[in-house]
C-alpha cells in the first residue's frame, strides 16, 4: 500500500497571504489528524478529520482551518499567514478513530517572510 | 489541561549500552500510548505502542512500560545501535475524545 503522502512538500509565502496543505491518507483509512512540527514546540496537534467531520480541534487560532473529502484525503487551510506559522506541518492517518495507529505523511515545510 | 511531560531531552550512550526514555501523562483517561521515532529530515515512525490494559509490550531490542497509577510510561531500547540515533517522541491518546498529545521529544545520539 502507499504510505501518506502531502502535497505540496515545501512552500513559502509572505505575511498575510493564505496557503492550502494537502493530504492523501493510506488506502482504506478514514482518520486524518494534522500537527504543527516546530523546533520549540514539539508536535502540536491541530485538528482530526472522521467521516469528512471535524471530530477534535486542538488550540489553535480560527485561522487554521481544515477539511475532509469523501475520499478521505483532507486540506487545511491558514488564512493571514503570520511568522510564527513556519513550521512542518504533518498530517497522519488511521484506520478508524481511537487507538489505531497512526501513520504520518513527510509533511509540508512551510516557510512564511 | 492534558500534558505530556517527557525526559530526558537529549541523551547519549554508548553503543551497545541500553537506553531509557520516560514520560508522564496528566490526563487519566489516557489509554494508549504510542512510541515515534523520527530521524533528521524524515516523518516520526511509529515504533511500540502500548495500551492501558497491558503493563509492558517487548518488540526484539525495544520495550515499553506503563505504570497507569503513577501515570508514566517509558521506553527501553538494549543493545543500543548508530541507526537508533534519532528524536523519540511519546504520546497519549484520551480514549473520549481520540487526541493524541505528545511529549517533547528527546534526542538520543549512540556514540560508536
Known amino acids: 500500500k502507499a504510505g501518506v503522502t502531502q502535497t505540496p512538500r515545501y512552500l513559502i509565502k509572505t505575511r498575510g497571504q493564505q496557503v492550502t496543505l494537502s493530504c492523501s491518507p493510506i488506502?482504506?483509512?478514514?482518520?486524518v489528524s494534522w500537527y504543527q512540527q516546530t523546533p520549540g514546540q514539539g508536535l502540536q496537534f491541530l485538528f482530526e478529520y472522521f467521516s469528512e467531520t471535524q471530530r477534535n480541534k486542538g488550540n489553535f487560532p480560527g485561522r487554521f482551518s481544515g477539511r475532509q473529502f469523501s475520499n478521505s484525503r483532507s486540506e487545511m487551510n491558514v488564512s493571514t499567514l503570520e511568522l510564527g506559522d513556519s513550521a512542518l506541518y504533518l498530517c497522519?492517518?488511521?484506520?478508524?478513530?481511537?487507538?489505531?495507529?497512526?501513520?504520518f505523511g513527510p509533511g509540508t515545510r512551510l516557510t512564511v517572510t | 489541561g492534558e500534558n505530556v511531560e517527557q525526559h530526558p531531552s537529549t541523551l547519549s550512550v554508548q553503543e551497545g549500552d541500553s537506553a531509557v526514555i520516560k514520560c508522564t501523562y496528566s490526563d487519566s483517561a489516557s489509554n494508549y500510548f504510542p512510541w515515534y521515532k523520527q530521524e533528521l529530515g524524515k516523518r516520526p515512525q511509529l515504533i511500540i505502542d502500548i495500551r492501558s490494559n497491558v503493563g509492558e509490550k517487548k518488540d526484539q531490542r525495544i520495550a515499553v512500560t506503563l505504570n497507569k497509577t503513577a501515570k508514566h510510561f517509558s521506553l527501553h531500547i538494549t543493545e543500543t545501535q548508530p541507526e537508533d540515533s534519532a528524536v523519540y517522541f511519546c504520546a497519549a491518546m484520551d480514549s473520549g475524545t481520540y487526541k493524541y498529545i505528545f511529549g517533547t521529544g528527546t534526542r538520543l545520539k549512540v556514540l560508536a
Open positions: 488506502s482504506g483509512h478514514r482518520s
Open positions: 497522519a492517518s488511521s484506520l478508524e478513530q481511537g487507538g489505531y495507529e497512526q501513520y
